[in-house]
């Protein structure tokens, strides 16, 4: 098993861009979620879906979208990135949405806006 | 204020020395509290879990304590070694009827030096 991919895994973009950060997990797990790690703070999460066809807004939602159209693909989508933007990006899944269930991270997306 | 306090922020062992990692919240009602490794570069990997009712867990030579009366959990990391030169991180749960609901850490970083 892979278990979580990210990919890319560095990229920059200028102020306005837009672009997707992917991830995906072949460990059949129902739940999957975005988090965004920055300095001096603990991982902040995005958005999260509970299943194929489901997803929900998180702490720091604004100016990210995702969509979950499969259960092993977790998008998220940079609609016009911002330097506030700047941070590394982890996915993680888990078999349900229990805290009890550990949470796979994948290896994270650095992203830099200019 | 966080609601999951890590202490020390930073810390500098020598190889083959013991270290304690502090972790206290106020996160509640309280569900589970996990102990999480991440190297550098890398997504966090789970080391411990916790429930309210267990004061104990140990994985290798990693052991994690919990006192859910005084909201503090310590990691203690027996006979260090350079591999674990990491980041560690609190994530403490709430008690919630379906989905995850977690705080995490800053983080301590860790360097295991020869």
């Known amino acids: 098993n892979a278990g979580v991919t990210q990919t890319p895994k560095f990229q920059v973009l200028k102020t306005g861009q837009s672009m997707t950060l992917q991830c995906a997990q072949d460990?059949?797990?129902?739940?999957m979620s975005w988090y965004r790690q920055d300095p001096g703070m603990g991982l902040r999460l995005i958005h999260y879906s509970v299943g194929a066809g489901i997803t929900d807004q998180g702490e720091v939602p604004n100016g990210y979208n995702v969509s979950r159209s499969t259960t092993e693909d977790f998008p998220l989508r940079l609609l016009s990135a911002a330097p506030s933007q700047t941070s590394v990006y982890f996915c993680?899944?888990?078999?349900?949405?229990?805290?009890?269930?550990?949470?796979?991270f994948g290896p994270g997306t650095r992203l830099t806006v200019l | 204020k966080n609601q999951v306090e890590q202490s020390p922020q930073s810390l500098i062992i020598l190889e083959g020395k013991n270290c304690t990692l502090q972790c206290n919240y106020t996160v509640s009602p309280f569900s589970n509290l996990r102990w999480y490794k991440q190297d550098t570069g890398r997504g966090p990997v789970s080391l411990t879990i916790m429930t309210f009712s267990e004061n104990t867990k140990s994985n290798g030579r990693y052991t994690a304590t919990l006192d859910a009366d005084t909201k503090q959990s310590s990691l203690h990391i027996t006979a260090s070694q350079l591999s674990d030169s990491a980041s560690y991180i609190c994530?403490?749960?709430?008690?919630?009827?379906?989905?995850?609901?977690?705080?995490f850490g800053t983080g301590t970083k860790l360097q295991v030096i020869p």
């Open positions: 993680a899944s888990s078999y349900r949405g229990s805290s009890y269930n550990e949470q796979f």
């Open positions: 460990m059949n797990h129902e739940y």
């Open positions: 994530v403490v749960s709430l008690i919630s009827g379906g989905y995850q609901k977690v705080t």
